[in-house]
C-alpha cells in the first residue's frame, strides 16, 4: 500500500467517525482531492486508491492533467473541480474542460462561463464562493450579495448551480470557528430551499475538515493530509 493510499484511508475514516458522531450518514459527505502542484504520478495513485474527485488551482496545470488522464480507460469516471481564484481572461478553459467551478463570485465570469460553454457539454456545476469572514485579501462576495448573484446564475442556461464554498479565516477559538461554519449551514439552507437543484456546501479542509462536517459541510476539500506538502518552488 502506498503512502497516498494509506493517507486516503486515514481521511475517509476520519470523514465516518466524524459523520457518525453527529448523526450523519458518511456518504453525504464528498471527499475533494486537492492535487494542485502534485505530479500526475501521485494523482494516479490516488485514483489506484479509489479517489474520483480532484480539485485544481491553476487553469493550465489542471487542463494540462485533465488531458493526461483523457485517453485513459478510468476517465469519464473522473470529476475534475476548479477551486482557484478565476481571472475573466481565463474562463474559456475552465469552461470547456472542467466539470465544478467552485469559486463564483461575479455575475460577468458567470456570464462568460455560460456563453463559453461547449455545445454538447452538460451545464457547468457552479458554487458561489462567500467570504465568510470578510477577509480583504481573499476572494467571495458577502451573504447579503448571495441572493441576487444566485439568482442571475440560475438564470444562465449552461451553468448548474449547486451551492456554496467558503474558505474562512483561520480559527484558534473551535466555538468562533464552529459559529462562522453555522452561518454557512443556515445560507446554504435557505438557498437549497429557492433552488431544489442545490445540494452542495464546500467547506472545510484538512485543519478544520471535522468541524466542517460537524456543521453540515457536504464536501471537504483536502489536500496536504493527502498528498504530503505542498511544493510551490
Not at 167 to 196: C, G, N, W
Request: proline share 5%; aromatic share 6%.
Amino acid at each position: 500500500m502506498t503512502t497516498i493510499q494509506q493517507n486516503l484511508d486515514t481521511v475517509r475514516r476520519q470523514i465516518a467517525l466524524t459523520a457518525q458522531q453527529c448523526d450523519r450518514d458518511p456518504k453525504e459527505i464528498q471527499l475533494l482531492a486537492v492535487s494542485k502542484t502534485k505530479p500526475v504520478i501521485a494523482i494516479q495513485e490516488a485514483i489506484d486508491a479509489g479517489q474520483r474527485l480532484f480539485g485544481e488551482n491553476y487553469v493550465q496545470e489542471g487542463i494540462d492533467k485533465i488531458q493526461h488522464f483523457a485517453d485513459t480507460p478510468f476517465a469519464d469516471r473522473l470529476e475534475w473541480h476548479f477551486i482557484g481564484p478565476l481571472q475573466s481572461n481565463k474562463s474559456r478553459p475552465v469552461a470547456e474542460y472542467f466539470h465544478w467551478m467552485h469559486t463564483l463570485d461575479r455575475q460577468k465570469i458567470a456570464q462568460r462561463l455560460s456563453d463559453q460553454r461547449p455545445v454538447g457539454m452538460p451545464a457547468l456545476n457552479v458554487l458561489i464562493q462567500i467570504n465568510i469572514s470578510d477577509e480583504q485579501s481573499k476572494s467571495g462576495i458577502t451573504l447579503a450579495e448571495l441572493p441576487l448573484l444566485a439568482e442571475q446564475i440560475h438564470s444562465l442556461p449552461n451553468l448548474m448551480l449547486r451551492g456554496l464554498m467558503t474558505i474562512p479565516a483561520p480559527e484558534s477559538d473551535s466555538e468562533r470557528q464552529e459559529a462562522v461554519f453555522h452561518q454557512m449551514t443556515l445560507a446554504y439552507e435557505q438557498l437549497k430551499s429557492i433552488y431544489p437543484q442545490v445540494d452542495t456546501l464546500s467547506m472545510g479542509m484538512t485543519d478544520d475538515m471535522s468541524t466542517a462536517i460537524r456543521a453540515g459541510s457536504t464536501m471537504v476539500r483536502i489536500g496536504s493530509a493527502i498528498f504530503g506538502a505542498r511544493d510551490y518552488a
